[in-house]
């Protein structure tokens, strides 16, 4: 395992197989979402599925915000920091936004930066490279690009350098989705379910299927925020992190607390507030950032989640319905202060894999 070593036995074992469901069409806007209806044969199932009005799910209607609205982009603002200096024996430091089972796109970028050779192989010594959640639904290939980043976690450490990864929303959903299937659960206000939720969040079958015991404890030992060189690498840009812990140690000891627990309610909240999203964009977008700075370390944030064309405005459609979203690299923002690496692959973007610190 590449996080997580120094926890007791978490065990997440494979529960029964949800019902097979087709994702229902799209609610139309300001409708409650509704859970896939039970197949007639099957037992009386829960009642319908009306998500909290605060949830907000990584749905593919994310609002269009504009630089003219609420964007505040200073990229040059501060002095530039210097970097700190890799661990020794260590190489250089690389990210990799969200991936979403796009897994030849990712088998490219990593090929592109030399990470990798063309078999797929682990060809960069002892660099470090960190995967900053995400990688299934929506995409072809969930369960290979997890495969893939264990088989490197493997390669990089015989080297000497290490492949890790961070615990995205969508690992807690699929977790959910597979532990907890249809079972209700209740988060601040109304009742939903993983099954539902994950159905409508681009979770696919072939993933589901294909989901075995190893990836479901490695996504569950996965840790939710590090420090690397003087970068806070975190999945989402939310501050809801601070809810979970005052350290980098006591957030990630409390989120394998919570799975191991296995309460669908408490895993359900977690979820939820790992779904937040645009807390560095706006006016007090810098001074978010430097509550997550102030506590847990670092001269910047540097996160996925949320795809690039939509913090810079840019309007495009996913699954390539259009001719593409332009996405040249990292989004840096927030006084400087964030680093976006969510290049939208899901939308015809990028997907990113980038050397850190940033050249320029």
């Known amino acids: 395992m590449t996080q997580g070593a120094s926890q007791g036995p978490m065990v997440w074992t494979m529960g029964a197989q949800p019902p097979e469901s087709v994702p229902p069409p799209p609610a139309p806007a300001g409708q409650p979402?509704?859970?896939?209806?039970?197949?007639?044969?099957?037992?009386?199932?829960?009642?319908?599925?009306?998500?909290?009005?605060?949830?907000?799910?990584?749905?593919?209607?994310l609002p269009v915000i504009t630089r003219t609205d609420t964007l505040i982009d200073h990229p040059s603002v501060l002095a530039a920091q210097e970097p700190a200096a890799a661990p020794e024996g260590l190489g250089p430091l690389y990210v990799v936004g969200d991936v979403h089972g796009y897994y030849d796109e990712l088998r490219a970028a990593l090929e592109a930066e030399g990470l990798i050779d063309a078999d797929g192989t682990w060809a960069a010594g002892t660099a470090r490279l960190w995967f900053l959640g995400d990688f299934t639904d929506r995409g072809p290939d969930g369960i290979g690009v997890i495969d893939l980043v264990?088989?490197?976690?493997?390669?990089?450490?015989?080297?000497?350098?290490?492949?890790?990864?961070?615990?995205?929303?969508?690992?807690?959903?699929?977790?959910?989705?597979?532990?907890?299937?249809?079972?209700?659960?209740?988060?601040?206000?109304?009742?939903?379910?993983?099954?539902a939720a994950w159905l409508l969040n681009g979770g696919q079958k072939n993933d589901m299927d294909r989901l075995e015991d190893h990836h479901l404890q490695w996504m569950a030992r996965l840790d939710a925020?590090?420090?690397e060189d003087g970068?806070?690498?975190?999945h989402s840009d939310t501050t809801a992190y601070l809810e979970y812990g005052a350290s980098i140690e006591e957030v990630n000891d409390t989120v394998h607390d919570v799975l191991t627990r296995s309460d669908a309610d408490e895993v359900?909240?977690?979820?939820r507030k790992f779904t937040k999203r645009?807390?560095?964009?706006?006016?007090?977008?810098?001074?978010?950032?430097?509550?997550?700075?102030?506590?847990y370390g670092g001269n910047r944030v540097v996160h996925?989640?949320?795809?690039?064309?939509?913090?810079?405005?840019?309007?495009?459609?996913?699954?390539?319905?259009?001719?593409?979203?332009?996405?040249?690299?990292?989004?840096?923002?927030?006084?400087?202060?964030?680093?976006?690496?969510?290049?939208?692959?899901?939308?015809?973007?990028?997907l990113l894999v980038c050397q850190l610190p940033l050249a320029g």
């Open 304 to 350: 996925g989640h949320s795809p690039i064309p939509y913090l810079l405005g840019e309007v495009g459609a996913e699954d390539g319905e259009d001719d593409g979203v332009a996405v040249d690299g990292p989004h840096v923002y927030a006084d400087g202060l964030a680093i976006a690496m969510d290049g939208g692959v899901t939308m015809a973007g990028k």
């Open 278 to 295: 645009f807390a560095f964009r706006d006016e007090a977008g810098a001074q978010a950032v430097r509550e997550l700075l102030d506590a």
């Open 150 to 195: 264990m088989q490197l976690s493997a390669e990089a450490a015989a080297a000497g350098g290490y492949c890790k990864a961070l615990m995205g929303n969508h690992e807690l959903l699929l977790l959910g989705a597979k532990r907890f299937g249809d079972t209700p659960v209740q988060s601040g206000a109304g009742t939903a379910s993983f099954q």
């Open 268 to 271: 359900w909240d977690l979820f």
């Open 225 to 227: 925020v590090m420090e």
């Open 33 to 61: 979402l509704q859970a896939p209806a039970a197949p007639p044969v099957a037992p009386p199932t829960a009642p319908p599925v009306q998500m909290p009005e605060e949830y907000t799910p990584t749905a593919r209607d």
């Open 231 to 234: 970068h806070l690498l975190v």
